[in-house]
């Protein structure tokens, strides 16, 4: 059971930019320094660090430094409560859908079945 | 093959915000309407409109209006690229996590094998 509850407002926020993705998406292929991490983007190195540091304060990345180089990694917890936040609202609307789906085959083969209009209108929402 | 492809700036911008995650969760569960998502938050329905622009403007969310009442909806689709994203990093990362550990057994046991230093240091970045 996973007791820790990373901030979500943070993670979804530092994953809405395009340059902090794109170093995650690198740093997803291992460990690099944050001069590594700056090479593709067409980015300061301050800029750079300022996404690191949104990086890091979400929890999606850790860094430590040994002499002057800053070297970051992924931390798979975090990235994997946000997979997993999105991931249980989509099976929730997936199964919706199914029930949606049994649902209407039955009441088509047995129109006279459903008494209550309300039973008709909101069948996702019933239990 | 999908060939939609969502904007992740605007899909993850939407989920950063915990009214509008709130929202998700509950059309999570089935369509509903403005007024419907307004109850449980303590907001203006104003402020909610906004909400509801914001997650539709992201395609989570679908919404269509009958006489005075507007009616939302999860779009799976977006959900699942969201989801798809940031999976694929965290499976790329576990990967690399699962070879370094085949690394480091392998060279604990062999200490001789690894000629060059780099590739002491460095056994994620190999292909």
Avoid at 62 to 82: F, M, P, Q
Wanted: aromatic content about 4%.
């Amino acid at each position: 059971m996973l007791h820790y509850a990373p901030d979500l407002d943070r993670v979804f926020q530092a994953l809405a930019d395009p340059g902090r993705r794109h170093m995650v998406e690198r740093l997803s292929r291992g460990p690099a320094s944050v001069s590594e991490l700056s090479k593709p983007l067409n980015m300061s190195l301050t800029a750079v660090l300022q996404h690191v540091q949104v990086l890091e304060a979400s929890g999606l990345i850790r860094s430590s430094k040994l002499g002057r180089t800053r070297t970051c990694s992924i931390n798979t917890t975090v990235l994997r409560s946000a997979e997993g936040w999105i991931a249980e609202r989509r099976t929730m609307v997936e199964r919706n859908l199914d029930r949606l789906g049994d649902y209407l085959a039955e009441t088509a083969d047995r129109p006279d079945t459903a008494a209550d209009p309300e039973d008709r209108q909101r069948p996702m929402e019933k239990p």
